[in-house]
């Protein structure tokens, strides 16, 4: 089974409209971390927001916010008021086994590319 | 702070060949991780070090080996290049915190032909 899955491929959303990408995951551990990055056409790679599994609340950064629905598996990441700059892949990452030896390696899931229409 | 440096930003090998990538990052961190990622997919770990002198095998090792000798420097080895490892490549280096996100590298494009 897929550690992180990215379901949508492909979204579009106008300008100043908010937007969820869809991340689920799948870990038996109980300390795990998610993250989002954006890569833009450029091709770096930019990390955006991170939650962690005890966190209470969801992660905000800016117009960035972490979705997380522990029992679900599902860490979507909600963009609001999008920008034309906003258009890039989105990929969703997971830590796990952050009590001992995880060595904070990340699984990356294909990611989704999302469109920004004037 | 140049953050983490790789070269070469592009590069053509044909099959058989060798080479390395180089990273290196100026900010003392202590692990450092190789990706690559294929066209339209998310990266996959290649190798990863915990510090000078260790490294340990990712997901998707084969063809490739790494050596780190000081904290600054992680290099990536292609023996005997062949198509399958046409891809972008990735460098990253984190501190070591629970919360620390990776930083990553501009990238490596390479093409096996």
């Known amino acids: 089974a897929q550690k992180i899955t990215q379901t949508q491929p492909g979204m579009f959303v106008q300008e100043k409209e908010a937007v969820t990408l869809d991340c689920t995951y799948d870990t038996s551990d109980q300390s795990y971390g998610l993250f989002w990055y954006k890569q833009p056409s450029s091709g770096e790679m930019i990390f955006l927001i991170y939650q962690g599994s005890y966190d209470e609340q969801n992660a905000t950064e800016g117009r960035y916010s972490l979705n997380f629905q522990k029992a679900r598996k599902s860490a979507n990441l909600v963009i609001s008021a999008s920008q034309l700059g906003d258009s890039a892949m989105y990929f969703c990452a997971m830590r796990e086994g952050l009590s001992g030896g995880s060595n904070y390696k990340l699984t990356f899931g294909k990611g989704t590319l999302l469109t920004v229409n004037p | 702070n140049a953050g983490v440096t790789q070269t070469p930003k592009f590069r053509i090998l044909k099959i058989g060949q060798s080479m390395t990538l180089q990273c290196t990052q100026d900010m003392n961190h202590n692990y450092m991780y190789w990706y690559r990622q294929d066209p339209g997919m998310g990266l996959k770990l290649i190798y990863y070090?915990?510090?000078?002198?260790?490294?340990d095998k990712g997901e998707v090792p084969n063809g490739y080996n790494v050596s780190r000798s000081t904290t600054e420097d992680f290099p990536l080895r292609l023996e005997l290049a062949a198509p399958s490892q046409t891809s972008v490549y990735f460098c990253a280096s984190l501190r070591g915190r629970t919360t620390d996100t990776q930083y990553f590298g501009p990238g490596t494009r390479l093409t096996v032909l």
């Open positions: 070090s915990v510090g000078a002198g260790i490294t």
